[in-house]
């Protein structure tokens, strides 16, 4: 039985990075023997187990065979005669399929560690394409990659753009596009995750609704610019996809427009992701025009922004729109959110006890404060447009 540190973990330690979780892999054992050492299995397809005192993860070593269409269909083979190089030969990226003795060598029989001095992605073996997760992980990784000067070898585009090509995304369910897509906009350089797909002509297949051509110029770069304004003010993935798709939806184009609800109404994203997608794509023109409204238009779009119920919701549209805008436009300031913070504040903090009165009918109440609030945004709107 011999123990080894395997994939990211050895990756990251040779790039100087933190190591966060680390995996283990196991040659030359059973599960009979891993659990009367203690490990408890937690693996159903494939025998994985958890250190009985780190917790930590400790696989058998495998091998996989392509069974079917998907990123399910393997048939997975774990027994002590598998050894370290072919379970690692499964893996997806060369610098992925490293792994690290438990007396400090490294094992690298695909050439990883030469791959992570020329920051090339490069795919381990062609049993790569019978994965089609791999589209998006590599896609990852060059967006995770990207600032230390990684990008996807040309030989590995070559197989992404042939399984993009043969439809494989459509077999990946959406919630396993959805975590792809949300540990990509969590990386420094999210918009290269995009351009992968773009390139890959692969956004249609990802993104049901938003076909490639809605990535078409200028809305792809007006997209990208936003994105990356957003990164360093706001690591939130709902935000940076929002802003990416707000970006597209920037220029009145009814067809992008439709595209981008559709996107937020597929199944796989979150329903605080779709909720402010949808906000973003409805709202982010009033947003925009803010200090244009008149105490009608205003009022009735500081309702449904409800800062006040929903107020972190409401400071995150905000952001949105200002990256949204500061793009478009080449500027950085957005008064617009100081203005509608400004005004919703003032209109929740209203003493409604002044307007009530004795009343007690409940129609006859609310068209009192309604009244009431437009009054006073009537004179806040004056106010802004007095001298001094």
């Known amino acids: 039985m011999e123990v080894y540190l395997v994939g990211g973990a050895v990756r990251d330690e040779l ?3 933190p190591v966060g979780e680390r995996d283990w892999v196991v040659v030359g054992s059973s599960p009979g023997e891993m659990l009367r050492l ?9 025998p994985v187990f958890l250190h009985p005192d780190t917790g ?10 392509k069974q079917g269409r998907g990123y399910r269909g393997f048939e997975v083979h774990a027994s002590p005669e598998v050894s370290l190089q072919e379970d690692l030969k499964r893996r997806d990226l060369t610098i992925n399929a490293m792994a690290k003795s438990l007396s400090g060598e490294v094992i690298d029989p695909y050439g990883g560690q030469r791959d992570l001095g020329a ?4 795919h381990v073996s062609a ?10 992980r590599a896609a990852r990784f060059a967006a995770r990659f990207s ?26 369910p959406r919630e396993r596009i959805w975590e792809e897509t949300r540990r990509a906009l969590a990386t420094p350089s999210p918009g290269v995750f995009f351009d992968v797909l773009h390139r890959l002509n692969a956004t249609g297949q990802v993104y049901s609704g938003m076909a490639d051509v809605l990535f078409s110029e200028p809305a792809r ?32 184009d009814e067809s992008v427009t439709r595209g981008a609800l559709e996107v937020a109404l597929q199944p796989g994203i979150p329903g605080q992701c779709r909720e402010l997608l949808e906000l973003t794509v409805n709202f982010q023109h009033a947003c925009h025009g803010a200090l244009e409204l008149d105490a009608a ?6 309702h449904r922004l409800d800062g006040k119920r929903r107020p972190e919701r409401f400071a995150r549209l905000l952001r949105i729109c200002s990256a949204v805008y500061a793009a478009a436009k080449g500027q950085d300031e957005y008064p617009q959110a100081d203005w509608l913070r400004n005004t919703s504040g003032r209109i929740e903090a209203l003493d409604t006890r002044r307007y009530i009165g004795n009343l007690t009918d409940g129609q006859e109440v609310a068209d009192r404060l309604e009244q009431a609030r437009l009054q006073l945004l009537e004179e806040m709107i004056g106010e802004r447009g007095s001298p001094g």
């Open 15 to 17: 790039l100087g990075l």
């Open 38 to 46: 203690g490990y408890r299995q937690v693996g159903r397809d494939f």
């Open 56 to 65: 930590e993860e400790y696989a058998l070593a495998r091998t996989e065979r």
């Open 119 to 122: 920051g090339h992605l490069r």
């Open 127 to 136: 049993t790569f394409v019978e994965d089609p997760l791999r589209i998006l």
């Open 147 to 172: 600032a230390l000067g990684f990008r996807i070898a040309d030989e590995t585009m070559r197989l992404l753009r042939d399984m993009v090509g043969a439809g494989e995304l459509e077999d990946v």
């Open 221 to 252: 770069r007006l997209a990208q610019a936003a994105l990356a304004s957003i990164v360093p003010l706001d690591d939130e993935p709902c935000v940076r996809f929002a802003v990416l798709v707000g970006g597209l939806c920037f220029h009145r």
């Open 297 to 302: 238009a205003l009022l009735k779009l500081l």
